[in-house]
């Protein structure tokens, strides 16, 4: 597994048997119905439901974190994976956590983290979304990290 281009420069990454521990990771949170979303629903970048159960949503940098990461924030019960990006995101070492309303969204806030990747999403099937998508900026960005990964 290669870890070079996927942790976040955030904090320090740790690398055992049970993932890879990336501490101090900054996360917000992001809800369907913000004016920025509403026009995608519900709906993930992948174009699946946007997930908040056992499994939930989580957006990011594709460049940092690949589409399909799987992750659990240290002391939460849930399992997060990756399958939403948004243009705030991009550089900024930050993952967005669906929640289902804007009360979720305004309690969550801003919080510093530590993670532990279960498993590394995919850099090419990123890059395979995110092809004909390049009309956007925030977009190509994040295309062209990956391609110099």
Same mark, same amino acid.
């Given at each position: 597994?290669?870890?070079?281009?996927?942790?976040?420069?955030?904090?320090?990454?740790?690398?055992? +048997?049970?993932?890879?521990?990336?501490? *101090?990771?900054?996360?917000?949170?992001?809800?369907?119905?913000?004016?920025?979303?509403?026009?995608?629903?519900? +709906?993930?970048?992948?174009?699946? /439901?946007?997930?908040?159960?056992?499994?939930?949503?989580?957006?990011?940098?594709?460049?940092?974190?690949?589409? *399909?990461?799987?992750?659990?924030?240290? *002391?939460?019960?849930?399992?997060?994976?990756?399958?939403?990006?948004?243009?705030?995101?991009? *550089?900024?070492?930050?993952?967005?956590?669906? /929640?289902?309303?804007?009360?979720?969204?305004?309690?969550?806030?801003?919080?510093?983290?530590?993670?532990?990747?279960?498993?590394?999403?995919?850099?090419?099937?990123?890059?395979?979304?995110?092809?004909?998508? /390049?009309?956007?900026?925030?977009?190509?960005?994040?295309?062209? +990290?990956?391609?110099?990964?």
């Amino acid at each position: 597994m290669s870890l070079a281009s996927c942790a976040s420069s955030s904090g320090q990454k740790v690398v055992s +048997r049970k993932g890879t521990r990336i501490t *101090g990771v900054r996360t917000t949170a992001y809800t369907h119905s913000e004016s920025d979303h509403i026009i995608y629903g519900a +709906r993930s970048a992948v174009g699946s /439901q946007l997930k908040y159960g056992t499994v939930r949503s989580a957006a990011a940098d594709w460049s940092v974190f690949p589409v *399909g990461t799987i992750f659990q924030i240290d *002391g939460a019960p849930y399992i997060y994976q990756v399958d939403d990006y948004g243009s705030a995101l991009v *550089g900024t070492n930050t993952i967005d956590i669906y /929640q289902p309303t804007k009360a979720h969204m305004n309690a969550w806030g801003v919080r510093n983290v530590n993670i532990r990747v279960l498993k590394w999403g995919s850099f090419s099937k990123s890059v395979a979304i995110l092809k004909d998508r /390049q009309a956007y900026g925030h977009v190509r960005r994040m295309v062209s +990290r990956i391609s110099r990964s």
